[in-house]
């Protein structure tokens, strides 16, 4: 299929409006596009930058109808826009990923399965779907909500089958998978673009520490052997492909006895791949609007050795308003989103730094943030 190329002053949309909309649309607006995101929260970070903020539900019919009208090409940032505000939009303009790509990433249930049926390695999983549900899994394992988790919301950790119950009704009786908790040695994630021609690029992949389940630290290139990278990239490849995907792509890994298992996928640029805005020769952002609008993907080198990226939580702001100057150095960039309450665990911002190796950049990043508080 030829991608339509959308070219500059042509108007992009964005379904949501969170930091990773936000970027997109700097992106797009540095190019010399016209913005336009759709998010309820009128304080959200995206509406901030984007030419126009339509503060509306999701799926307010007026609002999609001037997003699909005025948008040549529509994108989103986040894994849960309603599935008929998606299928409202393609039938107007160009959703780039498909609503069917973001579908699938949408529910765990059809993630594993999907993954399972194109033959990628998947760890051990059962669906829940019912009060006496005795999944063949081995304990300890991990409920997780099929739909709307994050940051690891939606999950508990369970020893057995009677907690593993016990936890989902907790969880509100909704489907869920459980899946065993894998011993993991680390865990990575690809960062890939495809365009609607089958045209692919791919990031160095990163490596990434949780904490409580929510990302603290990713390194690029991560501490992995060459095989084991090159294997997420072409695994991330095959899905990409699988999907008929357009746009940024995030895969996630678990490494387990020295081989990879998917762990999810992202259909959107990911925290992960945050250092490409400081430390790569194109941002994952640049990309994201490069790859939707048919253009010419951009070159994916970094342009330092190493790059290390903390994220800054709401927890930073206790006792004070962390002292920001102090994470401004020669080696390291600050990124607030502008969110206006700082909660415990919710993403705030991020700091990128860089260095000569990965264990250089990391202490820097780390030295970065402790020097906030
Ligand atoms: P989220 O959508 O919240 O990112 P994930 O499924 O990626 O949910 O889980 C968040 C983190 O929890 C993972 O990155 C990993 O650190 C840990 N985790 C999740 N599932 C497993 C598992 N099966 N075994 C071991 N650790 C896991
Ligand atoms: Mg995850």
């Known amino acids: 299929m030829t991608a339509p190329r959308i070219v500059p002053p042509a108007t ?37 930058v984007a030419d126009v903020h339509l503060v509306a539900e999701y799926d307010d019919p007026d609002a999609l109808r001037r997003l699909g009208d005025e948008c040549e090409v529509v994108t989103t940032e986040f894994e849960n826009p309603p599935a008929a505000a998606l299928d409202a939009l393609s039938r107007r303009t160009l959703v780039a990923p498909s609503p069917a790509a973001v579908a699938v990433a949408q529910n765990r249930i059809a993630e594993k399965t999907f993954l399972a049926d194109a033959g990628l390695p998947v760890g051990p999983w059962a669906v829940v779907d019912h009060a006496d549900a005795d999944p063949a899994v081995e304990y300890p394992a991990i409920i997780k909500t099929a739909r709307l988790g994050y940051d690891g919301k939606g999950q508990r950790l369970v020893d057995d089958p009677s907690a593993m119950r016990a936890a989902w009704r907790l969880l509100g009786g909704v489907p869920c998978v459980v899946e065993q908790a894998l011993d993991l040695e680390t865990e990575v994630s690809a960062v890939v673009a495809r365009r609607a021609d089958g045209g692919f690029a791919a990031y160095p992949i990163a490596e990434n520490r949780h904490v409580d389940g929510i990302l603290d630290l990713s390194v690029v290139p991560a501490r992995v052997p060459a095989r084991l990278a090159d294997r997420a990239v072409g695994l991330a490849m095959t899905i990409a492909d699988a999907l008929d995907y357009v746009g940024v792509l995030a895969v996630e890994f678990f490494v387990v006895g020295g081989e990879l298992f998917v762990n999810e996928i992202a259909p959107r640029p990911h925290n992960s791949g945050h250092w490409t805005i400081d430390v790569a020769q194109t941002s994952q952002f640049e990309q994201q609007i490069r790859a939707v609008c048919g253009l010419e ?9 190493a790059a290390a990226m903390v994220n800054l939580l709401g927890d930073l702001w206790e006792p004070d308003t962390p002292e920001w100057g102090n994470a401004v150095t020669a080696t390291s960039a600050l990124h607030l989103y502008g969110k206006s309450a700082a909660r415990p665990g919710r993403k705030m911002g991020h700091l990128t730094a860089w260095g000569s190796t990965v264990a250089e950049a990391e202490v820097r990043a780390l030295d970065a943030r402790r020097a906030l508080s």
């Open 297 to 305: 993907l951009g070159d994916t080198g970094t342009t330092r050795p």
């Open 12 to 48: 992009i949309g964005m379904l949501g409006g969170g930091q990773l909309g936000r970027y997109a649309l700097v992106a797009a607006r540095l190019m010399g596009y016209r913005t336009m995101v759709l998010e309820p929260d009128p304080n959200a970070p995206a509406g901030r």
